[in-house]
């Protein structure tokens, strides 16, 4: 079992659906109350790399993830390269979305398409909000994909919600480990 399939089981499932689909795309919603304020997920939230899966980044590597809070900032990952004796391979980067709206511990909004859907012409609005709770804070993860796509929309959807349920899940995990204290 993985780290992540263990810390997935450990913790309360999120609430998580694809909330519509159709010809022209899905939308996909992920909520969880975190046990922290909303100032807390928010750092947590900018800092990817702490709790973003390594199975879900071109790198193979979570630290290599950065997000820049600011419109127009770049939810990127680095793509280290490598050095042996026969070849030299340079690093590398990829851009998973852009920053659309950054609202410091209230929202969080991203255009770009995530993981396969980087390769197409749809796009992609994820839009991430924060609401203090009781029991800490309620996150909210909503995706919103629609254009041409050369995957079947039902399949799609259902892997992207699962991989947002899991990127969700880990955010969770690492502010109640304590990782964000």
Request: aromatic residues 6%; glycine residues 12%.
């Amino acid at each position: 079992m993985s780290i992540l399939s263990a810390t997935l089981s450990a913790s309360p499932p999120a609430a998580a659906e694809v909330i519509a689909k159709d010809a022209n795309g899905f939308t996909t919603r992920n909520t969880q109350v975190i046990a922290a304020t909303p100032a807390q997920v928010w750092l947590a939230l900018i800092s990817p790399g702490k709790w973003w899966s390594d199975d879900h980044t071109w790198s193979g590597d979570a630290a290599n993830m950065t997000l820049i809070p600011q419109g127009g900032g770049c939810f990127c990952e680095t793509i280290p390269g490598t050095e042996d004796a026969d070849t030299v391979q340079p690093s590398g980067s990829a851009k998973h979305m852009e920053v659309m709206q950054a609202n410091p511990h209230k929202v969080l909004r991203m255009r770009g398409g995530l993981g396969p859907l980087q390769s197409e012409p749809a796009e992609g609005v994820l839009t991430i909000t924060m609401q203090p709770d009781e029991g800490g804070t309620k996150v909210v993860f909503e995706y919103v994909v629609g254009g041409p796509m050369r995957f079947e929309i039902p399949v799609i959807a259902l892997a992207v919600d699962g991989v947002l349920s899991q990127q969700l899940a880990g955010l969770k995990a690492y502010l109640e480990s304590g990782g964000a204290t």
